[in-house]
T-cell receptor
Framework: GENVEQHPSTLSVQEGDSAVIKCTYS??????FPWYKQELGKRPQLIID?????GEKKDQRIAVTLNKTAKHFSLHITETQPEDSAVYFC??????????FGAGTTVTVRA | GAVVSQHPSRVICKSGTSVKIECRSL??????MFWYRQFPKQSLMLMAT?????????EQGVEKDKFLINHASLTLSTLTVTSAHPEDSSFYIC?????????????FGPGTRLLVL
């Protein structure tokens, strides 16, 4: 099955700085890569996703890049704000639509 | 759009009892729903895929007789934890896909925190 690795496990940034989270996947057939944000005790919220036919996607302060050859994808958050503090999960999916999640990154934005 | 609800949000039960958790897609029809389990400070682990009108598909290591899944309609899937024990205590989250052009996208319910005493 698919194996997704995520780094770093924790990330502390100063407000206004950028945050970058990286994930790698094992199955080259994976074609869908969503990112979820989860606040403590709450549901994961989809923040951005990318499909394998696209190399980069941006939505305001959030961007995701995909390198199919290297089998890795990254989340970039610019101009971080305290409300960006949360746990972020990357995931990968094959055509069966089952998501394999990374271990998560706890992001703390220092005011 | 794409709102998923879950009930109950929290349940405490005695060891040996069964607990039913409901997952509903409120504003769309979900042919497929997924059930996850999440331990504190850990990732989401897929337990099973629930398909309307057919038997659920369980991931390796998940006991189908312990975690009964019923997908009775296009908007409702239920997970029953049978004869619950303290090690079953966890955060259970469902997700659903609205299909169509966004068939891969999963929207999550708010989760159910189960504590078995």
């Amino acid at each position: 099955g698919e194996n997704v690795e995520q780094h770093p496990s924790t990330l502390s940034v100063q407000e206004g700085d950028s945050a970058v989270i990286k994930c790698t996947y094992s199955d080259s057939a994976s074609n869908y890569f969503p990112w979820y944000k989860q606040e403590l005790g709450k549901r994961p919220q989809l923040i951005i996703d990318i499909r394998s036919n696209v190399g980069e996607k941006k939505d305001q302060r959030i961007a995701v890049t995909l390198n199919k050859t290297a089998k890795h994808f990254s989340l970039h958050i610019t101009e971080t704000q305290p409300e960006d503090s949360a746990v972020y999960f990357c995931a990968a999916s094959l055509n069966d639509y089952k998501l394999s999640f990374g271990a998560g990154t706890t992001v703390t934005v220092r005011a | 759009g794409a709102v998923v609800s879950q009930h109950p949000s929290r349940v405490i039960c005695k060891s040996g009892t069964s607990v039913k958790i409901e997952c509903r897609s409120l504003d769309f029809q979900a042919t497929t729903m997924f059930w996850y389990r999440q331990f504190p400070k850990q990732s989401l682990m897929l337990m099973a895929t629930s398909n309307e009108g057919s038997k659920a598909t369980y991931e390796q290591g998940v006991e189908k007789d312990k975690f009964l899944i019923n997908h009775a309609s296009l908007t409702l899937s239920t997970l029953t934890v049978t004869s619950a024990h303290p090690e079953d205590s966890s955060f259970y989250i469902c997700s659903a896909s609205e299909g169509g052009d966004r068939v891969e996208t999963q929207y999550f319910g708010p989760g159910t925190r189960l504590l078995v005493l």
